[in-house]
């Protein structure tokens, strides 16, 4: 293989440690994408002298500049986080040609049109997918796929904190102060709590999204934000009521030329798309001319997630690097065994009709169990719901995990009992 | 600017004029992004006496050499379905040095890997982001946004027709014979739906989703598959009581370096993601080693998402044919204004404590008439509900549609009240 494409984090807390992890564990596979292999070169740490797992102690620097003039170095992570010096240590690595891929919704909201105005000068890329929505594909999206639309509207959930916090009050009419001290238990919750549950954070993201949505700027201080404190269990009470529940809702929308911007804790149809997205997970709605709607839903943070966005950022950028963008998406296929049917291996819903005599029901089990299938549920309907024959009735059976070859066996055997009339339907069952 | 890159087009039905429409609409948009204009160059179509909207009688042809020939030609749209000769045309198109665009699934299942193969030997780019899930981002988000992962399984809805039958009779406990012909007399079902019923359309499409997740091939005959005509009300309704329904879901697998697909009727529990997923609409849920599960859901089908899907593919290439792929998502950014809250306009929540005294919703009333907010709903809830001294009571008014600013200048003379404790919030509201 050629040289490797070389990789320098800034930062190494959580995310930096899991995009080094991962970038050991899925090297092979990444070569084989990239053409070349990836190469950890150096990482800017505040703290020198603590021992990393996967990170040489060569690797390590305190100074920005050891980064810039590693000329090994293709490509810059940045996941220090805050504005400055972030916002400073990009564009220096932007000018010295480096591309660059980051996390940091702050630096891009506030600084991106600049930041990607210095790129462009200098002939290389800011990707920043993992800015907003953790590991849910939205930037790429909305730059690529659906780009030939005249995008109208993005609606969001896109903070994970007050996700949780809001659907903690809506599912058990806690109040707002018990479900932050829960949250902030959890780790959901930072022990300052404004940035989540004053919208700035949201505000935010919601920026970088008008950029890319509308091809628009929108500061984030153009947004009109206001937080979740103020909102009440009675307000969320009194919205059921009303059947809606609330939800800290990231809005944009464009029309007449004009933009609109705006982070508020909003009632929302109980039937709507975004008011089943709960818990920590994020969500993201767009609405084009040509596509209607479209929603991408997903872990709004974490290491995994955002991790899965930095490195598919740095993947796009390194195939660049190597000269190696193919024919997306083209490289050639594994080959592999497609299991048949009978090795398959799930729960399934048996729906059998007998005739209702003693004994028919121990025969069935007994079949299913010795071929090895292990009932969950048994639930017999007579003929005034089935509307079948006197006489007659429907066995309704559930079966715990067994694989295709077993079922088959145990059906076969019940196929051929007299008092069973048919073998109504056989369908597998998640869960 | 500079000259045009050329686009033909096979095939002139419903997706095929509202491609032409869609670049006819979006010339101005599609040319600022690629850096010189899309031109539309050749129409192959099997009658050529027709007339058609946007399309000049000069451009039709009956003979795909026309189109071959045509050295204005840089991409090749295949929109005329069906495996041959759809599958010769393209195959022709890219060895004679044009990428190619396809919304084919059929095609893509079956020959997917050896065009590929032909693409990649010839230089170009062979797409078919609208193969799968219509205007939903599905292709382009596996092949890029999802590097990173070790991908372990799709789970997916990816039939706009069966999912329209099932959710029918889910709702309304209808039979299959009766949803089909209202589905079949609304133009979801084809007049012979088997493609449809029989999970023929949805296996091409796990298909070629298994050669994107795992970078396998999987013929669509080896797809396990079955059918939801076998489906009953019956079954729907036992299903329910057990807390599931049932999809037709589509289903890859990979694990221990073998790849599992289906698509069969499944029951899943209610408060899955993809259980909430009902109608027409389309969903794919997507697991990988580092982002956990992700779902794009939107519409699966149709001129406007199709297009978007097409379109989308037609820019992606153009920019490589243009040489114009700057630091993605750079363009120069629009000024527009961004509108401040005032102006901002929704309906709204206003939760106001009030002494329980006669003719204070009425001055209340009178003071959002006066500034001509409409009131669309409110109830009165007393001390025992909220918790309130005696004597007080909470009212929660809901209202029409109205300008931030209106709203304001109500609450403004609301607040002045001697009757009003406080304004307890006030949230916008959807719908």
């Known amino acids: 293989m050629a040289n490797p494409v070389g990789v320098s984090l800034l930062g190494a807390g959580n995310i930096g440690s899991a995009v080094v ?8 596979r990444y070569a084989a994408r990239v053409g070349r292999p990836l190469e950890l070169r150096r990482v800017l740490v505040r703290d020198t002298q603590r021992a990393r797992a996967g990170i040489e102690p060569s690797q390590v620097t305190g100074d920005i500049d050891d980064v810039l003039r590693d000329e090994g170095t293709h490509v810059v992570v ?3 986080g805050g504005e400055e010096p972030a916002r400073a240590y990009m564009e220096a690595a932007l000018r010295s040609g480096r591309h660059v891929v980051t996390a940091n919704k702050e630096v891009i909201a506030k600084h991106g049109a600049a930041l990607l105005q210095v790129a462009n000068d200098h002939g290389v890329r800011l990707l920043f997918e993992a800015s907003v929505g953790g590991g849910i594909p939205v930037i ?3 730059s690529r796929d659906l780009l ?3 995008v109208t509207a993005v609606t969001a959930i896109i903070n994970g904190t007050t996700n949780y916090m809001l659907t903690a009050m809506t599912q058990r009419g806690a109040d707002y102060a018990e479900v932050l001290a829960e949250a902030q238990r959890l780790g959901y919750a930072e022990p300052d709590p404004t940035a989540d ?3 700035i954070d949201a505000a935010y993201k919601i920026a970088v999204l008008c950029g890319l949505a509308f091809n628009v700027d929108v500061a984030p201080a153009d947004v009109a934000r206001q937080g979740i404190s103020t909102v009440t269990a009675r307000d969320i009470a009194y919205a059921l009521q009303l059947g809606h529940v609330i939800k800290l809702l990231a809005r944009a929308r464009f029309a007449d030329g004009e933009v609109e911007a705006t982070v508020r804790p909003t009632l929302i149809g109980v039937q709507e798309p975004l008011a089943k997205v709960d ?5 993201v709605q767009v609405e084009g001319d040509l596509v209607g709607r479209v929603l991408f839903e997903g872990p709004g943070a974490g290491q995994g997630p955002t991790t899965s966005s930095i490195l598919a950022d740095v993947l796009d950028v390194a195939q660049d690097v190597a000269g190696s963008r193919t024919p997306l998406p083209f490289i050639p296929r594994r080959q592999v065994r497609v299991r048949p049917p ?3 291996s799930s729960r399934a819903y048996l729906r059998i009709g007998v005739r209702d005599e003693p004994g028919v029901l121990a025969r069935i089990a007994a079949a299913l169990g ?7 549920s048994v639930i017999q309907f007579d003929p005034e719901v089935t509307g079948g024959e006197e006489g007659t009735a429907e066995l309704v059976l559930t079966t715990h995990r067994a694989p295709g070859a077993a079922l088959a066996r145990a059906l076969e055997q019940i196929r051929q009992m007299d008092a069973v009339t048919e073998i109504g339907n056989v369908l597998p069952m998640e869960g």
Chains 1, 2 share one sequence.
């Open 21 to 28: 992890s991962a970038l050991a564990r899925g090297a092979d």
């Open 78 to 80: 940045e996941v220090m």
């Open 140 to 142: 790429a999206p909305l």
């Open 148 to 150: 030939a639309n005249e």
């Open 197 to 199: 549950v004053e919208g």
């Open 279 to 283: 818990g920590v997970l994020n969500a």
């Open 342 to 344: 009978e090795e398959h």
């Open 370 to 376: 010795d071929a090895g299938v292990s009932i969950a």
